[in-house]
């Protein structure tokens, strides 16, 4: 079974960066890309953006594009998500998943157990 540990959350003031990694244990022979999603206190779990292990495809969020961006080390199966200009809105548990298809959200196969957010005013 495939695991997904984030790292790198923590408490942030407004405008600061962080950066967020999802070391994998390995890959599920269908996933394509790795997303990145959060869910912020009493929201539902929304997508913050995607990037494949095997093109230079990625994708992001219209709320956090040009604030977020996405890398990763296939040698290491980590991928990370460097994070912006944070805005107090950003504030949620950040979670990482492996997707059988970029493009498509809904098609995680593995969940990691999410990070902790916080951007204070």
């Known amino acids: 079974q495939v695991q997904l540990v984030e790292s790198g959350g923590g408490l942030v003031q407004a405008g600061g960066s962080l950066r967020l990694s999802c070391a994998t244990s390995?890959?599920?022979?269908?996933?394509?890309?790795m997303g990145w999603f959060r869910q912020a206190p009493g929201k539902e779990r929304e997508f913050v953006g995607g990037?494949?292990?095997?093109?230079?495809?990625?994708l992001y969020a219209d709320s956090v594009k040009g604030r977020f961006t996405m890398s990763r080390d296939n040698a290491k199966n980590t991928v990370y998500l460097q994070m912006n200009s944070l805005k107090p809105e950003d504030t949620a548990v950040y979670y990482c998943?492996?997707?059988?298809?970029?493009?498509?959200?809904?098609?995680?196969?593995?969940w990691g157990q999410g990070t902790l957010v916080t951007v204070s005013t």
């Open positions: 990037i494949s292990w095997i093109s230079e495809n990625s």
């Open positions: 390995g890959r599920t022979i269908s996933s394509s890309a």
């Open positions: 998943a492996a997707l059988r298809i970029l493009a498509v959200p809904s098609s995680v196969e593995v």
